[in-house]
């Protein structure tokens, strides 16, 4: 069965430092989402991506996060300038097409030191 | 951001018995509604949805209500088995958006043998 997935499944990095979580949808999939899950909280929404561009994002998602789909598999998480609040699980899901049910990757913990 | 509320942050039930999740949400666009399942330190699994349009889905051992005018949805789980235990996400989307999820804080179902 086609599953979502996501690399690292763990990282730790420095406060200030650059991070990139990747993702691989589900193939035939044209929705593309990040969430995160801080530690004991919801999980949020980050952002979403359809035809190559972002549809929504949240408070959440400054200037210091980016995403992009550089090919026609994977869909990246960039964090510019990491803060100590960014560590959470990083979840990565994807979509066939709206109305339908969203998949999740298995997740990136980060961890900011 | 209390629109997708689940007040039991825990349940036990014994095992062949029913289980219960309840969930609530204030957000009157919401008309898609999922229940994920998530093991610690995975992603959330899809389990069962159901558009606004139904008062009811079911899916072998799993059966989703919707109370669309006491904005009020409920997994029931029968037999509950041990292997379901679990934390359960309520999660919801909104037509015309770009259909994320608003997830609940989760339920934490524990199926004692």
């Known amino acids: 069965e086609p599953e979502v997935t996501q690399t690292p499944s763990h990282q730790v990095t420095q406060m200030g430092q650059e991070v990139i979580l990747r993702c691989v949808p589900i193939?035939?999939?044209?929705?593309f989402y990040w969430y995160r899950q801080i530690l004991g909280q919801k999980v949020e929404f980050l952002v979403s991506?359809?035809?190559?561009?972002?549809?929504?994002k949240s408070e959440i998602f400054d200037d210091q996060f980016s995403v992009e789909r550089p090919d026609g598999s994977n869909f990246t998480l960039k964090i510019r300038s990491t803060k100590l609040e960014d560590s959470a699980m990083y979840f990565c899901?994807?979509?066939?097409?709206?109305?339908?049910?969203?998949?999740f990757g298995p997740g990136t913990r980060l961890l900011v030191l | 951001d209390q629109q997708v509320k689940q007040n039991s942050p825990s349940l036990s039930v014994q095992e062949g018995r029913i289980s219960i999740l309840n969930c609530d949400y204030t957000n009157s666009m919401f008309d898609y509604f999922l229940w994920y399942k998530k093991y610690p330190a995975e992603g959330p699994t899809f389990l069962i949805s159901i558009s606004s349009i139904k008062d009811k889905n079911e899916d072998g051992r799993f059966t989703v209500f919707l109370n669309k005018s006491a904005k009020h949805l409920s997994l029931h789980i029968v037999p509950s088995q041990p292997g379901d235990s679990a934390v359960y996400f309520c999660a919801a989307s909104a037509h015309g958006s770009a259909r994320q999820l608003t997830f609940g804080s989760g339920t934490q179902l524990t199926v004692l043998p």
């Open positions: 899901a994807s979509m066939f097409r709206s109305d339908e049910t969203q998949y």
């Open positions: 991506f359809y035809n190559n561009e972002i549809s929504e």
């Open positions: 193939s035939n999939h044209l929705y």
